[in-house]
């Protein structure tokens, strides 16, 4: 054994040490062999002790006792295996398998992605494709259209697996290109990658659509008729009638499609954020127009046109039980655009919301250094994919 893995030894005795009273108490028969290392028929802190003793060479399992106490199935007997058999002694997992979902990590303090997640992954990367579906001039005669939006494909997508969604949207003066995630250096494409990579999220889907519901959707320039700032509005319309089912009836998502199949069923593996702007549609439409279909949202420095805290809680009492799984918001210190309007947006939500949000659980409020800048919203996307579809914090 190596320093290091001898030091990380170390360190796992001592909490398995002083995890030892909390379970100790808590012995759970086991239901299936796994994890009953000493095949007492009780899995506990000892069958822990018995993993530890062996990573560390101190004594010889028999095979069978190896295949019991390596609970994560990675082939290898570790310290890992002491802490999760710890954590089912404890009651904290129903299951073995229900461990391999990821829990909500810690947030990055302020703007310090590392750098190894900003780097292009050359072994194993994702894809990005163009795809065309089919919706309205909403803001309009509500006439048929086309439109186009990027799809993220995370590495060795699988048509015969099931994959989370996350719809991301771009800012007032943008369109789908504005996250840039078809570009050679696409720091959130490279983000996606490596967090897989690592194993640090579930390999996932990202939509990149246009946020403008007309015709003229990708003209940027806000003509008299203020048409290409009004059709923001309507989006929800597009992403509830069209582009969601469009996604669930081409790629390998949890919903089980068919012509007006129940949307509300996958929620939970639906997400929906964006910056600026499309921070306003995810808090307007996501969660005050579609939260019946989606559940894990993101408002990286909201428009000043969110809704305000009390209109926020108005909307989520007209849907009765839907819960909501994440609501992470961030916004710049120094964002002069934005501060103050998502700050509204925010305070006094958690206490209105009849405890459908809970502080530091299931809603996040995150202020970082910055302004109303892509550097802040670098910071909303990492930590958003980090969290979103994750069990706990």
């Known amino acids: 054994m190596n320093k290091k893995a001898f030091c990380m030894l170390i360190i796992a005795t001592i909490c398995t040490t002083m995890m030892w009273s909390a379970v100790s108490g808590n012995d759970r028969t086991a239901a299936t062999q796994l994890g009953d290392v000493d095949q007492n028929k009780i899995v506990n802190a000892e069958d822990a002790l018995l993993v530890l003793k062996q990573a560390a060479k101190m004594i010889e399992l028999t095979d069978e006792q190896k295949m019991l106490g390596n609970v994560n199935k990675d082939q290898t007997e570790d310290a890992t295996d002491a802490l999760w058999i710890l954590q089912y002694a404890a009651g904290l997992y129903e299951t073995f398998s229900s461990m391999n979902l990821p829990q909500r990590p810690d947030l990055i303090p302020e703007q310090l992605i590392p750098l190894q997640y900003a780097e292009k992954n050359t072994e194993t990367s994702g894809s990005v494709i163009t795809i065309q579906y089919e919706t309205k001039d909403y803001f309009g005669d509500e006439h048929v259209i086309t439109k186009d939006a990027y799809v993220y494909l995370p590495p060795e997508y699988d048509e015969t697996k099931q994959y989370n ?32 990579a690592l194993g640090e999220i ?117 849907f009765g039980e839907f819960d909501i799984k994440l609501f992470y918001n961030v916004c710049g210190s120094s964002d002069a655009t934005a501060l103050g309007s998502h700050k509204a947006a925010v305070d006094g939500l958690v206490e209105g919301s009849g405890k459908r949000l809970m502080d530091h659980k299931n809603f996040i409020w995150h202020q970082v250094s910055g302004g109303h800048s892509m550097g802040v919203w670098y910071v909303g996307i990492y930590n958003f994919a980090r969290m979103a579809f994750c069990d706990t914090l």
């Open 165 to 196: 969604v996350m719809y991301l949207m771009h800012g007032v003066g943008g369109t789908k290109t504005e996250w840039m995630i078809n570009r050679q250096d696409s720091h959130v494409k490279n983000y996606f990658d490596n967090l897989i």
């Open 202 to 318: 579930e390999p996932m889907i990202a939509v990149f659509p246009t946020g403008r519901s007309c015709a003229d959707y990708n003209d940027t320039s806000n003509n008299g008729m203020n048409e290409n700032m009004n059709a923001f509005y309507l989006f929800g319309k597009e992403l509830r009638n069209d582009l969601i089912p469009y996604i669930d009836a081409n790629f390998a998502t949890y919903a089980e499609y068919e012509p007006g199949y129940d949307m509300t069923k996958a929620r939970d593996h639906r997400a929906m954020a964006g910056f600026s702007m499309g921070g306003m549609q995810t808090v307007n439409i996501g969660i005050c127009e579609c939260l019946d279909i989606i559940s894990n949202f993101g408002a990286f420095s909201a428009a000043p046109t969110t809704y305000s805290a009390n209109q926020i809680n108005e909307h989520l009492r007209a």
